[in-house]
């Protein structure tokens, strides 16, 4: 199987057009390093003064783990959706069903990025419109309340105040209710966010080219701010080495006293490398757009390997200088750890007034919108590729005249409004959201880097673009047993439930598969499927690999499982 671009066939009507290089991808890509704002002060939190250390290993464990990926990428020059749909092909001969559980993992991790930014964003929105008065106990309303509410104490006054003076849009609701251990509410950030979210959406119906014009500018008006925040308090010493000492977990979570690395202190560190994961593992999106590249042969590692290299960058400089100006205290900060108070810290950092804040709160608006499109341009594709392999209902496989896929986009949007309502309501609503996806993509992570030794096995015959070293194939594998063990001691961490909802959110994909294999296709995958790996129905049957994979499952639900019982606070 050729794999140049001049090999492969005139696009046909209903399909992705070849209109982007490496660089487009890219671009696109560019919304993964704005992640890490949405979990920072949550790790802070988790783990404490080691939270720089956590951000280092995860993204060169990312980085190391890219190398796979980049590889199977490769040997599918037609394919569009990532990872997840390149790896499902190296289990389709050991299971039916663990093939398609790939790819609905790596889209149920990656879609709520919609929903989580459009949360964040739409707070910022909030803030700026119909800010929270803040008062002290010298302020006149407090002073006045005190004289006439005689034996109420200062901060009960501030308390009475501050609720009196808050704008009433922050407390409306048209609707709102508890759902097991979550609660969902249609508030005004729910509504501020479905608006952001139909801009995502009717940027990307123009197409791949014009998704990825409109990411450059907005990912250049990002990225370098984000480079400034991290270098200016360096080169102007405002970084204080103390806060990064003593180098132990925290005693409990939230909470600044310093524990010890015991049994509970190892449970946190595991919580705070199982979220970062979600963030720091993302740019392998780069490699989503395959289908899209004028030459993949050479466009698919670029992308991934130069995409890789800014997340390195800045998800090791951003918390770094966090941690070195804020100090545990200023990252256990409340404003810190929902989000909302980022932009205000940054612009302390780089020594800016009201304009210099202003700005950044702009600026954290695209970095979260820069994130939106990113996630709804990888999931979509996602979606789309799987319908077209057979995996997934058959509808999400129309695209429109630009090459969009707007019926997955659609869906996506549809599935997202109602996360977003869960997201919008508290925190504890919201990483719980946020450790579900999560449980989703480590599952996906721990599918794909085995799948880089079993095509090795199964598929050695393929021609390969760009061959990863075998050690960083063997790497890939160790690590995915790795991701297994932060699941399942650290989704706990997030929300007592989270790991047992994100593996029932997983068996979901088993009717939906059913569907759309047993009754759409009749038994049979679509016979392009099959051709990509230049095999037959008949060739499903040899199984080089033997009992590996099945092996290779059994040993990571072990682990999962031991993990969880282990591990704990």
Known sequence: MSVVAESIPAQAGGELHRTIDWRGAFWVA??????????????????????????????????LQSFTYAEIAGLFPNKSGGASVYGATAWLRYSKLIAPLSVWCNWFAWSPVLSLGCSIAAAYILNALAPIPSFTETS?????????????SAADAIAAVTAAATPAIREWTLYS??????????????????????????????????????????????????????????LTGQISWDNYSPFVPLATAYSPEP???????WTLVLG?????????????????????????????????????????????????????????????ATPIIDGSGVAEAMATMVGGGALIKNLLVMLMILALLLSIMTAMAGSSRTLYQGAVDGWLPKYLSHVNEHGAPTRAMWTDLIVNLGVLAIASTDATSFFFILAVANCGYIIFNFLNL?????HRLDNGHLPRPWKAPTWLIVMGGIFAYVNAMFMGAGAKIWNPT?????????????????????????????????????????DLKV??????????????LAVVLIANWYFVL
């Not at 006045?144 to 005689?150: F, I, P, V």
């Not at 940027?203 to 270098?231: D, E, M, S, Y």
């Open 450 to 454: 085995n799948a880089g030794w079993i």
């Open 140 to 152: 006149p309303e407090v002073v006045q309340y005190l004289a006439t509410h005689a034996g109420v």
């Open 177 to 234: 209710h508890t759902l097991g251990p979550v609660g969902f509410s249609l508030n005004a950030t729910f509504w501020i966010g479905a608006v952001l979210m139909l801009v995502t959406f009717a940027i990307q119906h123009r197409g791949i080219v014009g998704t990825a014009n409109v990411q450059k500018v907005i990912g250049l008006l990002v990225i370098i701010p984000l480079l400034i925040v991290g270098v200016v308090p360096i």
């Open 498 to 538: 989270a790991l047992w909802a994100g593996l029932i959110t997983a068996a979901l994909i088993i009717p939906v598969f059913c569907f759309r294999h047993y009754i759409q296709d009749g038994g049979k995958f679509p016979p392009h499927m099959l051709e990509d790996l230049g095999m037959t129905q008949s």
């Open 543 to 556: 199984k080089k690999a033997g009992i590996l994979p099945y092996l290779t499952l059994v040993a990571g």
């Open 272 to 332: 705070g490398m199982f979220i970062a994961a979600w963030s720091t593992y993302g740019f392998e999106t780069a490699v989503c757009y395959t289908r899209e590249f004028k030459n993949p042969a050479t466009d698919t590692f670029k992308a991934i390997f130069y995409s890789g290299l800014l997340c390195m960058l800045l998800f090791i400089l951003v918390p770094f200088t966090f941690q070195g100006v804020l100090g545990l205290n200023g990252m256990l």
């Open 30 to 63: 560019s919304g993964v390093p704005p992640l890490v704002l949405f979990s920072i002060g949550g790790i802070a939190g988790t783990v404490g003064q080691i939270a720089f250390a956590i951000w280092i290993v995860s993204i060169l464990m990312g980085f």
């Open 259 to 265: 524990g010890a690395w015991n049994v509970s202190g």
